[in-house]
């Protein structure tokens, strides 16, 4: 078994974290941490060193957890969803866990939505877990 996290340093990735570890634990399984990056080439190497730093610790709270894991992060280029969606087959996961986050029905017409592109294109089921308000 295999579960796959898309993590990224806000209220809805730690959550959906939290829940990944959670659940990973519980069923005595894998945890793939991804966290992508649409920057590809172009990602700021101060970005890049804070975003590996985030990582690094990410991988050491599961470790201390007891959390067999595995932490990835993708510069790509791509779409988060398209890395997750990618990873998770790649992986024959289980299930992908995402964090979701309030969003206006503005918001969510123009900003478009990873999460509902993971929702419709996942291979396998997917657990959405709610941020908790900031």
Do not use: W
């Not at 730093?53 to 790509?76: F, N």
């Amino acid at each position: 078994m295999t579960i796959v996290v898309g993590y990224v340093p806000k209220a809805e990735g730690r959550a959906a974290l939290r829940r990944a570890a959670e659940e990973a634990r519980l069923r005595r399984t894998k945890l793939v941490v991804l966290n992508s990056h649409r920057g590809g080439r172009d990602l700021d190497a101060e970005e890049n060193a804070r975003s590996e730093a985030e990582l690094a610790r990410v991988g050491e709270e599961l470790a201390a957890a007891g959390v067999e894991h595995e932490v990835r992060q993708l510069v790509r280029g791509l779409e988060p969803a398209e890395d997750l969606i990618a990873v998770a087959e790649e992986e024959s996961a289980d299930f992908i866990v995402i964090g979701l986050r309030r969003r206006s029905p503005v918001g969510k017409l123009i900003l478009g939505s990873n999460a509902q592109r993971i929702l419709l294109d996942a291979p396998c089921p997917v657990l959405a877990v709610k941020a908790e308000e900031d």
